[in-house]
C-alpha cells in the first residue's frame, strides 16, 4: 500500500527554523534525563543543550538550541512545559537575545606556522591558555557562526582537538527568566 | 478526584518506611493495594499484614496489578494502587503502566529498590525503574531518604490525579523502608513547577458559543477526557439544550447516552458511517476531551481538507493543535469549562439556526439509514456482533463491560449502548491485548455487588489467564464472554485486506478446551456453538450470581468489523460491509 501515513503531519507545516530556548528547572537527578528523554521519544533535533545550577542552587539553567517549523516548536514547549522537573521556560528567539559559546580549540604552532596561529587567535580575539613547543590551545568565544567560521580559517590539517559548550542565552534588555 | 486527608495527622513515635508507606495509603484512603510480593517490598509487606484498613489484592503476574489498579481506578474515579517488588516485578508491570499512560488513567505505582548502598552495583533484582518507565508515567521519585517518603506519596498522589491525570510511579530502596523518622502526612503539598490550569479563558468560551450558536452543520465530539474528569452531565445537558449531534471516540463511550436519538455512534476506524460522515462534513466542530488521534479522524491532512471551525476543549494545553489545527483552544478543566460554556449559551440572545440544523439532521438520517453496522442475522453459525447484542438485552445495559483488543472490542463498543460514563473499560492509547480479565477485577472489586462481564477474544485472554486464579482467591463472580474464532481476528482481518488473505501466523493453534480450564481453576465453564443457544447461555451465566462464568462462544471465523477507514485514508473512505 502506497497510502499516506495516518501519522503524518499536516501540510501547513511551516519552514523549519533555529530556535534558543532557555529552561528553568529542578536541579534534581534525573531532570536532565527527563529532558533529553522527550527529545528522543517525539523525534524533536537537539543542536545543543547546556545546563548547570543557577546562584539558586535549587534550580538550574538549561540551554536547548534546536530546529523546527512553528507547529513542532509549539509543541516542544508545551511538552517540555509538562515536565513537573519543568518550572519556567522561554523562547529567546522569539526576542532580542544574546548567545554565547565558547570553544577550546588545540592546534599545531610549529615553524612558521607558529606565529600566523598567534596572529589569527588574536583577529578573532581568542586566547591562548596553553603553549607547548608544537601546539596552542586557544579559548574562543562568540555566537556559533564566530566560531564556525575561525574553524573554516584554520588549515584543517593543524587542528588536532576541539570542544565546544554548545549554546548559551539570555534575553537583551530588562527581560528576565526567573522564579 | 479529590485529594483528601484535611486534618494533619502526626506520630509522635517514630516509624520506620514501611510503616510510613503503609500510613500514607490509609490517609489517602486506599482501600484495594494489587500487588505481588519480593525481596525488596518484604518489610512494607509485613506492614500490610499487621493492619486491616489497606486490603491486598494478590495477582498471579505483575503486569494483571497494574491494569487491575488501573481498572479499579477507570472505574471508580479513585487513584488506583499498585505494589511491585525491584527488577522483574516492576519490569513485568511495565506494560501496565505504560497501557494507564496512553489512557491518561490516574495510578500510584511503589516498586521495591535494592538498598541505596547497591544501586549501581548490578545486585540481584535491580533494574532501574525511573530510567526504565520515564517515558510512560507522568511522573515518577526515587525515594532515599526516609524523611521525604510521606511528602513524596502525597506528591505522587496529587501529580497522578490532578490536571492530565496519569500514573506515577515510586521506588523506594529496602533501606529506606527499615529507616526511622517521625512521620507527618501533609494535607497537600504545593510545587512551583505543577500547577494545572483549571478554569477556561472566559474570553475563548464567549468565542466558542458564538460559533456554536452561528454553526449550521455543527458536530459534538467527545473523549476519553470527559470521563476521566466525570463531564457527562455537563457534555449531555449542552447537546441536550443545542439539539446538535454527538459522538464519542472509544475512549469517550459513555460520556453521552448511546440510546439517545441525537447520539450518532462512536466514529474513528471503525466507527459508524453517520458519525464519521458527520465530522468530515460539519462547518462547527466541538471537540472536549479528545485528542483527533490517527484511530480516530484517519488521515489529517484528509481531514484539514474540508473548512470547519474547529473548539477544543482540554486540561492540556499540548494536545491542542498538535494534529489538527485549532480555532477556539479552550485549556482548563472539562467540566468547569462546560458549566461555564452552559451558562453562557443560557444566557446568550442569537438564537440557534432551526432550517440549517433541520436540513443538517436530514442528511444525518440519511447516512444513518446506510444502516453501516448491518450483519447476517440468518447466519447458521454464531455472529459476534449477535453476542454482544444479547448481552447488551441480558444485563438491561446496566452492566460493567470491559474489553482486551482486537476485533471483539470493536465490536462491544459498536453493540453495546453504554449510557453512563466509566461503565466501558477498555485499553484504548496503547491496544495491550491481555487487560480484559485483570480489568475485570479491578472493575468489580471497586464496584461490588455489579455486574460486570469482560468480551474478550481467545488470543487476549490467553496473555494474563493466570488471573484466573486471583478471581477464584477473591470470589470475583466476573463473567468472561468470549469471542472464539480461533484466529487472532483483526490481525487476520487485515492480513485479508492488505496482505493478499496471507494468514502469517495469525491461527491460533492448540487452543485449550475453554471449559475445562475454567473448572480447573473452580469456575463455572460453558461452550456454545449455535445461535439459538445464546441467549439462554448468558441468562444462565448471569443469573449465577455468585460464580465466575466462562462463556466460550464459537463464532464465526471469517467475519470482519465495519464499517473500516484503512489506515492513511480519510475519515470518510471507509469500507462498508456490503462493499466486499
Not at chain 1, 530546529?67 to 522569539?94: A, F, M, R, Y
Not at chain 2, 444502516?371 to 454464531?382: G, V
Not at chain 2, 464496584?447 to 489467564?465: D, L, Q
Amino acid at each position: 500500500m502506497n497510502a499516506p501515513s495516518p501519522y503524518a503531519l499536516p501540510v501547513y507545516e511551516t519552514k523549519a527554523m533555529r530556535h534558543i530556548i532557555s529552561i528553568l528547572l529542578e536541579n534534581e537527578s534525573g531532570a536532565l534525563s527527563r529532558v533529553a528523554g522527550l527529545f528522543s521519544a517525539r523525534g524533536y533535533n537537539i543542536e545543543s543543550l547546556t545546563v548547570a545550577p543557577t546562584e539558586d542552587p535549587s534550580l538550574s539553567r538549561m540551554t536547548i538550541v534546536t530546529t523546527g517549523s512553528d507547529d513542532v516548536i509549539e509543541q516542544i514547549t508545551k511538552q517540555l512545559n509538562k515536565l513537573i522537573d519543568v518550572v519556567k521556560l522561554v523562547d529567546l528567539s522569539e526576542a532580542p537575545h544574546i548567545e554565547r559559546e565558547l570553544m577550546l580549540i588545540k592546534v599545531r604552532a610549529a615553524g612558521k606556522e607558529r606565529e600566523e596561529m598567534k596572529r589569527m587567535a588574536e583577529i578573532f580575539r581568542g586566547r591562548i591558555l596553553d603553549v607547548t613547543d608544537g601546539t596552542y590551545t586557544i579559548e574562543l568565544t562568540g555566537n556559533g557562526e564566530k566560531l564556525d567560521a575561525f574553524i573554516e580559517a584554520l588549515d584543517k590539517s593543524a587542528i588536532l582537538e576541539t570542544v565546544r559548550t554548545g549554546a548559551s542565552g539570555i534575553a537583551r534588555g530588562e527581560r528576565v527568566l526567573r522564579v | 478526584m479529590k485529594v483528601s486527608g484535611t486534618e494533619i495527622s502526626g506520630d509522635t513515635r517514630e516509624l520506620s518506611g514501611a510503616e510510613i508507606v503503609v500510613k500514607c495509603l490509609q490517609e489517602e484512603g486506599v482501600d484495594y493495594v494489587f500487588g505481588y510480593p519480593g525481596g525488596a517490598v518484604l518489610f512494607i509487606y509485613d506492614e500490610i499484614f499487621k493492619q486491616d484498613k489497606v486490603r491486598h489484592v494478590l495477582v498471579r503476574h505483575e503486569q494483571a496489578a497494574a491494569h487491575a489498579a488501573d481498572a479499579y481506578s477507570r472505574a471508580s474515579q479513585r487513584v488506583g494502587v499498585c505494589l511491585v517488588t525491584s527488577g522483574p516485578g516492576v519490569t513485568n508491570a511495565v506494560t501496565g503502566i505504560a497501557t494507564a499512560y496512553m489512557d491518561s488513567v490516574p495510578m500510584v505505582i511503589l516498586s521495591g529498590q535494592v538498598p541505596t548502598h547497591a544501586i549501581g552495583q548490578d545486585a540481584f533484582q535491580e533494574v532501574d525503574a525511573v530510567g526504565i518507565t520515564r517515558p510512560c508515567v507522568k511522573h515518577n521519585f526515587l525515594v532515599k531518604d526516609v524523611r521525604e517518603l510521606a511528602t513524596t506519596i502525597k506528591k505522587a498522589f496529587q501529580i497522578a490525579a490532578t490536571g492530565r491525570p496519569g500514573p506515577v510511579l515510586i521506588d523506594i530502596p529496602k533501606d529506606v523502608t527499615t529507616a526511622k523518622c517521625a512521620f507527618h502526612y501533609p494535607p497537600a503539598v504545593s510545587m512551583r513547577s505543577y500547577n494545572p490550569v483549571t478554569k477556561g479563558h472566559p474570553g475563548q468560551i464567549k468565542k466558542a458559543v458564538q460559533l456554536l450558536i452561528e454553526a449550521k452543520r455543527p458536530m459534538v465530539y467527545t473523549g476519553g477526557g470527559v470521563i476521566l474528569s466525570d463531564a457527562a452531565d455537563q457534555v449531555t445537558k449542552l447537546v441536550k439544550s443545542l439539539g446538535y449531534p454527538c459522538t464519542n471516540t472509544l475512549m469517550g463511550l459513555g460520556g453521552f447516552p448511546a440510546t439517545d436519538r441525537q447520539f450518532l455512534g462512536m466514529l474513528g476506524m471503525h466507527g459508524t458511517y453517520e458519525a464519521n460522515m458527520a465530522m468530515q462534513h460539519c462547518d462547527v466542530l466541538l471537540a472536549v476531551g479528545a485528542r483527533f488521534d490517527d484511530r480516530v479522524i484517519g488521515n489529517p491532512t484528509h481531514f484539514g481538507q474540508v473548512a470547519r471551525k474547529i473548539i477544543h476543549i482540554d486540561v492540556d494545553p499540548s494536545s491542542i493543535s498538535k494534529r489538527v489545527r485549532v480555532d477556539v483552544p479552550i485549556v482548563g478543566h472539562v467540566p468547569d469549562v462546560l458549566d461555564e460554556l452552559n451558562k453562557q449559551l443560557e444566557a446568550q440572545t442569537g438564537r440557534v439556526d432551526r432550517k440549517a440544523l433541520e436540513a443538517w439532521w436530514a442528511q444525518i438520517e440519511l447516512w444513518r439509514g446506510r444502516d453501516c453496522l448491518k450483519y447476517d442475522r440468518a447466519s447458521p453459525i454464531i455472529k459476534p456482533q449477535f453476542v454482544v447484542e444479547k448481552l447488551y438485552e441480558v444485563t438491561k445495559g446496566d452492566a460493567f463491560i470491559t474489553s482486551d483488543v482486537g476485533q471483539h472490542q470493536m465490536w462491544a463498543a459498536q453493540f453495546y449502548k453504554f449510557d453512563k460514563p466509566r461503565r466501558w473499560i477498555n485499553s484504548g492509547g496503547l491496544g495491550t491485548m491481555g487487560v480484559g480479565l485483570p480489568y475485570a477485577m479491578g472493575t468489580q472489586l471497586a464496584n461490588p455487588g455489579a455486574t460486570v462481564a469482560c468480551v474478550t477474544g481467545e488470543a487476549s485472554f490467553i496473555m494474563c489467564i493466570q488471573e484466573l486464579s486471583t478471581c477464584k482467591q477473591y470470589r470475583l463472580p466476573l463473567k468472561i464472554v468470549l469471542l472464539n474464532n480461533r484466529y487472532m481476528g483483526m490481525v487476520r482481518q487485515w492480513q485479508q485486506f492488505f496482505h493478499g488473505n496471507r494468514y502469517s501466523e495469525s491461527y491460533m493453534d492448540a487452543l485449550p478446551d475453554f471449559v475445562k480450564l475454567a473448572e480447573s481453576f473452580g469456575h463455572v465453564g460453558m461452550r456454545i456453538e449455535k445461535p439459538g443457544d445464546v441467549e439462554g447461555a448468558l441468562r444462565e451465566a448471569f443469573a449465577r450470581k455468585n460464580d465466575l462464568v466462562f462463556l466460550d462462544f464459537l463464532t464465526d471465523q471469517s467475519e470482519n468489523v465495519f464499517p473500516m477507514v484503512p489506515g492513511g485514508k480519510g475519515l470518510s473512505e471507509m469500507i462498508l460491509s456490503e462493499e466486499l
